[in-house]
């Protein structure tokens, strides 16, 4: 079955620290990825995407993801977090098969950044 | 903000009962997601609405039905409503029925039944 894995599921970093956030989904073809970032008392936010083309890509506040596709992963990194970070992250797969209009979500990390 | 407004935000119902949730999409957006949040999981696809019609259903029961209005807001419906249906239901809406494009999300409906 396809499926979005995040196993990290709360990470506790000290400012300044650097982040990666492993998210890995279990299908052999072509698929679309995400990271959103839901911070506290906020709606979920696109952080980044990946639909094709050069693997590592940029997103706002710093945030940048790996597209390994031989590792079926999609890690998320930021070199030095800051406080204002503490939010709960979720990698989202479109899936062609199946109802192909859905996201498929992990089930989060809680990131919390002390000061 | 996004542009996409859901209410209400909080309710207590109890079991057997039914719900209404509402959302209203962003402006230019024809396409209206619904995604139930259970405490501690990542959302989970309940369908999608498109031009009015259903084009798109997770893995949920009948007793959860939508619509969507000529204006493009909508509704999810909740019937019979059980302890497990406690959950954060997000609203998300987008231009376009295809799977590319990000997703626009509303701040969700806390619904808790007892």
Same mark, same amino acid.
């Given at each position: ?115 | @903000? ?8 909080? &309710? ?39 031009? @009015? ?22 509704? &999810? ?5 059980? &302890? ?31």
């Amino acid at each position: 079955a396809q499926s979005v894995s995040q196993h990290n599921h709360h990470v506790i970093l000290s400012e300044a620290a650097s982040l990666e956030l492993g998210c890995n989904y279990s299908y052999g073809g072509t698929v679309n990825l995400f990271w959103y970032v839901q911070y506290p008392g906020q709606h979920l936010q696109l952080l980044l995407k990946y639909f094709s083309g050069d693997p590592l890509v940029k997103g706002i506040k710093g945030f940048e993801a790996e597209f390994i596709k031989s590792k079926f992963s999609f890690n998320l990194r930021k070199p030095s977090v800051q406080w204002s970070d503490t939010a709960e992250y979720f990698c989202a797969v479109n899936f062609p098969s199946g109802s192909a209009r859905q996201l498929t979500f992990g089930s989060g990390t809680q990131l919390t950044v002390l000061p | @903000e996004t542009g996409v407004t859901q209410s209400p935000t909080h &309710l207590i119902k109890t079991r057997g009962q039914q719900v209404t949730l509402r959302c209203s999409s962003q402006s230019g957006h024809n396409t209206v997601s619904w995604y139930q949040q259970a405490l501690g999981q990542g959302p989970q696809f309940i369908f999608q609405y498109y031009r @009015e019609e259903e084009n798109g259903r997770g893995n949920f029961p009948p007793r959860f039905s939508g619509l969507q209005f000529p204006n493009y807001s909508s509704e &999810l419906n909740v019937n019979a409503l059980e &302890l497990d249906d406690s959950a954060l239901y997000l609203c998300a809406s987008r231009s376009g029925h295809r799977n590319t494009g990000e997703l626009f999300f509303g701040e969700g409906s806390r619904l808790t039944v007892l």
